[in-house]
């Protein structure tokens, strides 16, 4: 098993920063990958972006260029650095764990991007 609690949500400005973190425990040796979701309401949860236990990464379009995930590997922790944020980057982000018995996922955390 591995849980993963999420925090570093809010309300932002358009154009503000933020960045969420993810730390997770248990089974940690087992994780495959980690990647941030999120979900606006009405629409699906959609990936934004995950980083490999290799160090490598790929993200949506969408947030090429203002995003960017990195790890703590000490702390077992994963961040969501967001930049430039805008109005539709407004959903609740969820971060996720794969591991070799399935994938697991934090509660989530709001983020608000209006003015």
């Known amino acids: 098993q591995v849980q993963l609690v999420e925090s570093g949500g809010g309300l932002v400005q358009p154009g503000g920063s933020l960045r969420l973190s993810c730390a997770a425990s248990?089974?940690?040796?087992?994780?495959?990958?980690r990647g941030w979701y999120r979900q606006a309401p009405g629409k699906e949860r959609e990936l934004v972006g995950e980083i490999t236990r290799d160090g490598n990464t790929n993200y949506a379009d969408s947030v090429k260029g203002r995003f960017t995930i990195s790890r703590d590997n000490a702390k077992n922790t994963v961040y969501l650095q967001m930049n430039s944020l805008k109005p539709e980057d407004t959903a609740v982000y969820y971060c996720?764990?794969?591991?070799?018995?399935?994938?697991?996922w934090g509660q989530g955390t709001q983020v608000t991007v209006s003015s």
């Open positions: 248990g089974s940690i040796f087992r994780i495959k990958a």
């Open positions: 996720n764990a794969i591991a070799a018995l399935g994938t697991y």
